[in-house]
């Protein structure tokens, strides 16, 4: 399973002089644990990650961890409203490429046009795809 969310409280502990680190967090209102190399101590509480978690019991054990943005990164307004700008110019951007694959294909219908669309629908592809990542850290910085 996996969760995306803000770390509220984190507990790391030493284990085996330096081999490993055990880490216990709190995402939501969910406590996940796992054992890690040493290097895992550079997350810290406020920060969003991804987890992939296997539930053992009545434990969530973390399988991987993945950092998405750190708690400094993109929390203040100015940054707040240079992500939503970014957002909606993705959003309008996209709309103009299925305009350009709608007028290609469906009005006037030439191999020239058909190839216009093909990249279109690339890049649109492509588009939605960037925008779906990062909407990802747009949901927690732009809406808090």
């Known amino acids: 399973m996996k969760k995306i969310g803000r770390i509220s409280a984190l507990n790391t502990r030493v284990v085996r002089q330096n081999l490993a680190t055990s880490m216990s967090l709190l995402i939501g209102k969910e406590r996940f644990s796992g054992v890690f190399s ?13 987890i992939k978690y296997k539930k053992v019991g009545f434990l969530n054990k973390i399988e991987t961890i ?14 707040r409203l240079k992500n939503l700008f970014y957002m909606i110019m993705f959003f309008y951007f996209s709309l103009f490429l299925l305009m350009v694959i709608y007028y290609g294909v469906l009005k006037n219908f030439s191999i ?3 190839i216009l669309a093909l990249c279109a629908v690339w890049l649109l592809n492509t588009v939605v795809r960037v925008v779906y990542y990062q909407f990802l850290i747009f949901r927690y910085f732009i809406f808090g």
């Not at 998405?68 to 940054?79: G, Q």
């Open 38 to 50: 040493p290097e895992i101590e550079k997350y810290e509480v406020g920060d969003l990650v991804r």
């Open 66 to 79: 993945r950092l998405i943005a750190t708690n400094r990164e993109n929390s203040d307004l100015y940054e």
């Open 112 to 114: 020239i046009g058909a």
